[in-house]
């Protein structure tokens, strides 16, 4: 079993920023692929990034990109999330996942483990 617990959300004004942590514990592997996902009320779960634990690739949805960074320290098995550039739309719950998934792992099927979520709220 793997344990993921998100830290680092809140409340936010419109082009501000955030930085989320999720940190893994249990019997984690340094082939998983990780990754961030987002979900607002009434909306489906939505793919943010995902990192490759041991060689650090990285990937990002196309909305994404540009705002959002992805990475990770491996000695403290944490992944981060740095989101700059904040706006309301992305007010929702961010949610870490872990799996023994194929690379780029865009998909929640993808993850065998997740995080309780953090929420992230934007003020416009």
């Known amino acids: 079993q793997v344990q993921l617990v998100e830290s680092g959300g809140g409340m936010v004004q419109a082009g501000g920023s955030l930085r989320l942590s999720c940190a893994a514990s249990?019997?984690?592997?340094?082939?998983?692929?990780m990754g961030w996902f987002r979900q607002a009320p009434g909306k489906e779960r939505e793919f943010v990034a995902s990192i490759n634990w041991y060689g650090g690739s990285i990937y990002y949805a196309d909305s994404m990109k540009g705002r959002f960074f992805v990475s990770r320290d491996k000695g403290k098995n944490t992944m981060y999330l740095q989101m700059n550039s904040l706006k309301p739309e992305d007010t929702a719950a961010y949610f870490c996942?872990?799996?023994?998934?194929?690379?780029?792992?865009?998909?929640?099927?993808?993850?065998?483990?997740w995080g309780q979520g953090t929420q992230v709220t934007v003020s416009s």
């Open positions: 249990g019997r984690f592997f340094s082939r998983y692929t």
């Open positions: 996942a872990a799996g023994e998934s194929r690379w780029p792992a865009r998909s929640p099927n993808d993850y065998d483990y």
